[in-house]
């Protein structure tokens, strides 16, 4: 009942920056928190950073200094600036997204993922 759009990711070289987008629509009375994850090949999927409604930022210690996380409450959209991008951070990013329904019930969404590499 809520689904998550990503768009964002791509090929870039190190050192270079990208922003993901990630839209939520569907029957959502409100959001508490919205985020970020990534898996790359045979990893388990990771937290990136995550942001609250309130705008309280969380982040990996991997990424801190270098990627930035926003939250538009009245669009729920959240963005996640990557700067200074690492090899390392090839992945597939996905967004997360918890809060409740208008029926009043919780939901936790997940979106489908999008590629991030970063090569030369």
């Known amino acids: 009942q809520v689904h998550l759009a990503e768009s964002g990711g791509g090929l870039v070289q190190p050192g270079g920056s990208l922003r993901l987008s990630c839209a939520a629509s569907?029957?959502?009375?409100?959001?508490?928190?919205m985020g970020w994850y990534r898996q790359a090949p045979g990893e388990e999927r990771e937290l990136v950073a995550t942001v609250t409604s309130g705008g309280r930022g969380n982040y990996a210690d991997s990424v801190k200094g270098r990627f930035t996380i926003s939250k538009d409450n009245a669009e729920n959209t959240v963005y996640l600036q990557m700067n200074s991008l690492k090899p390392e951070d090839t992945a597939v990013y996905y967004c997360?997204?918890?809060?409740?329904?208008?029926?009043?019930?919780?939901?936790?969404?997940w979106g489908q993922g999008t590629q991030v590499t970063v090569s030369s």
């Open positions: 997360n997204a918890a809060g409740r329904l208008i029926s009043r019930s919780t939901f936790t969404s």
């Open positions: 569907g029957s959502i009375f409100s959001i508490y928190a």
